[in-house]
T-cell receptor, first 110, second 117 residues
């Protein structure tokens, strides 16, 4: 079975502080991992995916298969980063569904 | 707006009534997904269409739930004999369905919030 765990419901930091949103997964195969973000009053949107190895809005995430983690990091948080962040997994065996974690609300204070 | 659209945005109904939601995917997207999201949880997969064919169904989709995509364009999700536990946000997403599956980003709609009294 596939499972995604986000241990923190809320992460509160000050502007300019580093941010790390944790994500651990459980899957016996080789997964695809994603981070989705939902800003206030907006729809869910893709932030980044592990296979692209890209940095979006200063965020990066590295897939660590040994620790089965895909933590989201940003060195200097901005107020506009305040949002709900969801980690998601897709099995690589042809299934299309995404399995989401419960989400972490990031609050960046001035 | 050329994104995924859903109608209605809000629905309040009484227990036992039937409700139907509509999703219009991004034009030319072959794949369409339904998810359900309850308070404090992430979206949970319900079902997936490739064109008009329903290829995956979650066990969450009880026999009171039915989804269709008759012409491979818009989709409807019907809930019969609604229960209070059906209260949730129902999300629709679509993806191109071509090219490498790894780049098959799912684009989400705004959702339909269902409240069952």
């Amino acid at each position: 079975a596939q499972r995604v765990t986000q241990p923190e419901k809320l992460l509160s930091v000050f502007k300019g502080a580093p941010v790390e949103l944790k994500c651990n997964y459980s899957y016996s195969g080789s997964p695809e991992l994603f981070w989705y973000v939902q800003y206030s009053r907006q729809r869910l949107q893709l932030l980044l995916r592990h296979i692209s190895r890209e940095s979006i809005k200063g965020f990066t995430a590295d897939l660590n298969k040994g620790e089965t983690s895909f933590h989201l990091k940003k060195p200097f948080a901005q107020e506009e980063d305040s949002a709900m962040y969801y980690c998601a997994l897709r099995a690589s065996t042809g299934f299309q569904k995404l399995v989401f974690g419960t989400g972490t609300r990031l609050l960046v204070s001035p | 707006d050329t994104g995924v659209s859903q109608d209605p945005r809000h629905k309040i109904t009484k227990r036992g009534q039937n409700v139907t939601f509509r999703c219009d995917p991004i034009s030319e997207h072959n794949r369409l997904y339904w998810y359900r999201q309850t308070l404090g949880q992430g979206p949970e997969f319900l079902t997936y269409f490739q064109n008009e064919a329903q290829l995956e169904k979650s066990r969450l989709l009880s026999d009171r739930f039915s989804a269709e995509r008759p012409k491979g364009s818009f989709s409807t999700l019907e809930i019969q004999r609604t229960e209070q536990g059906d209260s949730a946000m129902y999300l629709c997403a679509s993806s191109p369905g071509r090219g490498l599956s790894s780049y098959n980003e799912q684009f989400f709609g705004p959702g339909t919030r269902l409240t069952v009294l």
